[in-house]
């Protein structure tokens, strides 16, 4: 016992400066003195009491004898670290924001190769891709027994042939092809209502780059002889380009006389009826086959980009002072030619093809480009500083020979 206690009183003079060591050390090194490891026997229990009662009132002290103080930051070293985790952050966010842009822009690019195999899948079963809008006009429009009758002509959009193949069907049987998109028992009682339709967003038509999402919706006015309104249409990013407008053809290099019917792209309009020439200026015609690719599939584009409706964008900001109304998936005029802009505005003829502004034109949010389903089933990525004359001879699909770019277009992105 007198061993035990000098034993523990040299400890306690050599470590004075943190007695409770002492306790952890003679309490584990004492294990051989007991059948549990670091279990005290009862003769240390007064040992062990009295270095707990020191270890409690001792302070740190320095080598002579100060007492230091308790650690802790000062307001340099705080603002050292709020500095350095600011930068940090800066360096971080742009990284984060890359990797989500490059998710959504793959998620879009998805988006864009099911409406490219649904073409496909159409083609393959009625022998011809969907029209790029589809018209059925009689003579006088809207007369008994016409197309569409009581309203002028039968209207369609792309998207509706598409629906069977995007696991859309239910949507697609609710919908009436007899009738027009704009039909409604609000405007003409007893007919049906294919607006109704038209208000349920569709994923697969809408890329999740475009600000405002499934929650953006359409409303505004048709004419035709009569005023045809129509109220919250679920929108899409996606639109056919099927053409050159006439006022643009020869500013893209085509020579002059030159017909927009020479042009039409891979989705072509379908239009019928007494009514089409005489009414529309437009001979009746069908909407294309594989075989009328004469560019080739993979050289021809398919479906584009024109998002963000129906705000308007003009290279990237938003213009407040209007908006655009022809933005529902299921809207006709969802199919436009193709014109350019002047840089920075919506005046056109102009070089700038792509991200211009969404006004019936390519447009997406992805920087520097936008994505295009190509007529072969594939999806590419095209460039905002493309040639405007090789972008529009990507764009028809029987054009090789008209132009130099016709013939570069299978090269150049």
Known sequence: ?????????ERVTLYSPNPFRIFISFCCGSSILSSNRCASP????????????????????????????RPGFTLVELLVVIA??????G??????????????????????????????????????????????IGLPPGGSGQPGSPYPAIVHCWSIYLLPYIEQNALYQQYDQKFPWFSSPLIVPGTPDNQKVLQTPIASFLCPSSPGGAARTVSGTFRFGASFPYQNLAVTDYATCSSINPGSITFFGYPSGTTQNDLFSALSPDVRGAGAQPLLGQAPRRSSRLADILDGTSRTILMCEDAGRPELWIQGKRNPSRQINDGGWGHHENDYGLDGAVSGTT????NC????????????FHGSGAMHAMTDGSVQFTSANISPQVYAALLTARGTGMTAAENTAATEE
């Open 347 to 350: 005046t056109s003829p102009g």
């Open 91 to 136: 360096l971080l966010l742009p990284a984060v924001q890359a990797a989500r842009e490059a998710a959504r822009r793959m998620s879009c690019g998805n988006n864009l190769k099911q409406i490219g195999l649904a073409s496909l899948n159409h083609e393959s079963a009625f022998k011809r891709l969907p029209p790029s809008l589809y018209v059925d």
């Open 353 to 364: 093809v792509i991200n211009c502004h969404n006004d019936n034109e390519t447009y997406a």
């Open 42 to 69: 009862p003769h240390l229990q007064v040992s062990m009491e009295l270095l707990k009662v020191m270890s409690r009132n001792a302070k740190p002290r320095s080598r002579c004898g100060d007492t230091l103080a």
């Open 84 to 89: 350095i985790i600011g930068i940090l952050v």
């Open 1 to 9: 016992m007198l061993q035990i206690q000098k034993f523990v009183h």
